[in-house]
């Protein structure tokens, strides 16, 4: 098994940054990529971003492009998310997620993935 922590979020203005962090422990061998997805009320999970754990490869949906960094410390098993220029239709619950196996893996499917953190809230006021 493995365990996820998110950290960092919080309330911004427009505009501002934050930076968000997921930590994995227990069973982190098995991780081979790890994603954020973000949930807004009355709407589904939406994949944000994706990191390979080995490679290094990321991947974005279009509407964080430019603004949005994901990396990862592989020593400390964690996770980052930077978050720039952030707006209003950024605010959601921000989850982490882990997936095992690249070969089933398709970074934008929540399904994908094995592991799943509490979710953390980003508020992004206008």
Not at 72 to 101: F, G, I, W
Request: net charge positive; proline share 2%; aromatic share 12%.
């Amino acid at each position: 098994q493995v365990q996820l922590v998110e950290s960092g979020g919080g309330l911004v203005q427009a505009e501002g940054s934050l930076r968000l962090s997921c930590t994995a422990s227990g069973r982190t061998f098995s991780m081979n990529a790890m994603g954020w997805f973000r949930q807004a009320p009355g709407k589904e999970r939406e994949f944000v971003t994706a990191i390979t754990w080995s490679g290094g490869s990321t991947y974005y949906t279009d509407s964080v492009k430019g603004r949005f960094t994901i990396s990862r410390d592989n020593d400390k098993n964690t996770v980052h998310l930077q978050m720039n220029s952030l707006k209003p239709e950024d605010t959601a619950v921000y989850y982490c997620a882990a997936a095992r196996s690249l070969l089933r893996w398709r970074y934008g499917t929540p399904n994908t993935y094995d592991y799943w953190g509490q979710g953390t809230q980003v508020t992004v006021s206008s």
